[in-house]
């Protein structure tokens, strides 16, 4: 069964300082790509960062980061210089070329203080 | 604009009445996704498209929810003798294709309140 599991419910972070948000998967297909998304108060569901299965390089966008460990099937988000624009859900998702339906986690509301 | 739509923003009916919500998705997306979200939860998938079939809809509840997608671009997900259980954020997103394993795109959603 495809299972995205997220364990933190909520999160604090001081304003500059860097945050991991875990995300563990589960999953029996050989290919698959890992997404985290961001849902700001207003709803939206913002795509923030991708790690294909086959990638051997942790992905990077600009201040977000994917410290993936395919032996563990954890696929972390690492946040650096946090910012209060960036409290928000976040959420963990899995795609697989076996079902192509994203499967998301119950998600990790992060709060950063100023 | 070239984000997806979807409309109403917000509905509100009254238990057994019939709605139905639409999404335009991204114009060239193939693949079309409906996703249920409760309060405090994640997207729940309910069914996707590519193209005008429904490639998958096992996520949809029961016999009353039905989606259709007649011409390949807007889709419109249908619910019948509303329950008060239906209560939830729609969303909808839209991807470039199925094949590739490439981000989707999500609508602001659809916030439905049954009475």
């Known amino acids: 069964a495809q299972k995205i599991t997220q364990t933190q419910p909520g999160m604090f972070v001081q304003e500059k300082e860097a945050v991991t948000l875990d995300c563990t998967y589960d999953t029996s297909d050989q290919s698959y790509g890992l997404f985290w998304y961001k849902q700001p108060s207003s709803g939206e569901m913002i795509f923030l960062i991708y790690q294909g299965s086959y990638d051997e390089q942790n992905a990077t966008e600009g201040r977000y980061s994917l410290n993936f460990q395919k032996a563990r099937k954890s696929a972390n988000l690492v946040i650096s210089a946090s910012q209060l624009g960036d409290s928000a859900m976040y959420f963990c998702a899995m795609r697989t070329s076996g079902t192509y339906k994203y499967i998301f986690g119950t998600g990790t509301r992060l709060k950063v203080l100023a | 604009g070239a984000g997806v739509s979807q409309t109403p923003s917000n509905k509100v009916t009254e238990k057994g009445k019939y709605v139905e919500l639409r999404c335009d998705p991204i114009s060239g997306h193939t693949a079309l996704y409906w996703y249920r979200q409760s309060l405090g939860q994640g997207p729940e998938f309910l069914i996707y498209f590519q193209g005008t079939g429904a490639a998958d809809d096992s996520g949809l509840p029961n016999d009353r929810f039905f989606a259709v997608r007649p011409e390949g671009s807007v889709s419109t997900l249908k619910i019948q003798r509303t329950e008060r259980g239906d209560s939830a954020v729609y969303l909808c997103?839209?991807?470039?294709?199925?094949?590739?394993?490439?981000?989707?795109?999500f609508g602001q959603g659809t916030r439905l309140t049954v009475v």
């Open positions: 997103a839209s991807s470039f294709s199925i094949e590739r394993n490439t981000e989707a795109f």
